[in-house]
């Protein structure tokens, strides 16, 4: 596609409730980023994945974030047993390498 | 947190006047990048600067780096109201990329 797509664009969970953020990169982008953004702030990095490998995911808050990428393309970030801290915008990334990254819109996640 | 700071937090100017945004991280980089976000939009890349280089230019951007102070500066010149959104620096190492915590400029017309 010509960028990066998100969905769903927004998204309101009752908390307790397991929520999946789909993100299909930019064709043929190696490198998929995972970033979560409060309000007023930068994004903070949650995992990195090279093809279907999960290299890095050290910034990801709890064990109940799961994120996936097996084919190499297309990537869910998964959430269970929302709370209500998780209330954040999370953005999805590609790229050829490890330099120029390209950003979906996001993913608003409201939990309440 | 890994986050590097951007300085000021908020920088209000009126147009035609010359931004200037500072930037702080904190690892070793192979290279730091600007982003700049508009409210409720995903980010765009702006500009790269390698380690090895000291200063870049695209269009009205100017980047410095300075290594050893970990510090790099993004000027925007003769800036338009279009310019108004928060602008982030990224450090590439490593580590996948960090970002700072943005300023957010405001252009006044």
């Known amino acids: 596609g010509a960028g990066v797509s998100q969905s769903p664009r927004y998204k309101v969970a009752k908390r307790g409730q397991d929520v999946a953020l789909r993100c299909d990169p930019i064709?043929?982008?190696?490198?998929l980023f995972w970033y979560q953004q409060a309000l007023g702030q930068g994004p903070e990095f949650l995992t990195y994945?090279?093809?279907?490998?999960?290299?890095?995911k050290s910034g990801l808050p709890s064990d109940r974030f799961f994120a996936e990428r097996p084919e190499g393309s297309v990537s869910t970030l998964k959430i269970q047993r929302t709370q209500q801290e998780d209330s954040a915008v999370y953005l999805c990334?590609?790229?050829?390498?490890?330099?120029?990254?390209?950003f979906g819109q996001g993913t608003r996640l409201t939990v309440v | 947190s890994q986050q590097g700071e951007e300085d000021p937090q908020a920088l209000s100017i009126q147009e035609g006047e010359n931004a200037t945004m500072n930037c702080s991280y904190k690892?070793?980089?192979?290279?730091l990048q600007w982003y700049r976000q508009n409210s409720g939009r995903g980010l765009v890349h702006l500009i790269l600067?390698?380690?090895?280089?000291r200063e870049k230019h695209s269009g009205r951007l100017r980047v410095t780096l300075d290594t050893s102070k970990k510090s790099s500066s993004l000027l925007i010149t003769a800036s338009r109201a279009a310019d108004t959104a928060s602008y982030f620096c990224?450090?590439?190492?490593?580590?996948?990329?960090?970002f700072g915590k943005g300023t957010r400029l405001s252009v006044i017309a």
């Open positions: 990224a450090s590439s190492g490593n580590t996948p990329l960090v």
């Open positions: 690892t070793s980089i192979n290279n």
């Open positions: 994945f090279q093809n279907e490998a999960q290299l890095d």
């Open positions: 990334a590609s790229s050829l390498d490890r330099d120029k990254a390209f």
């Open positions: 064709s043929g982008h190696v490198s």
């Open positions: 600067i390698r380690s090895n280089e």
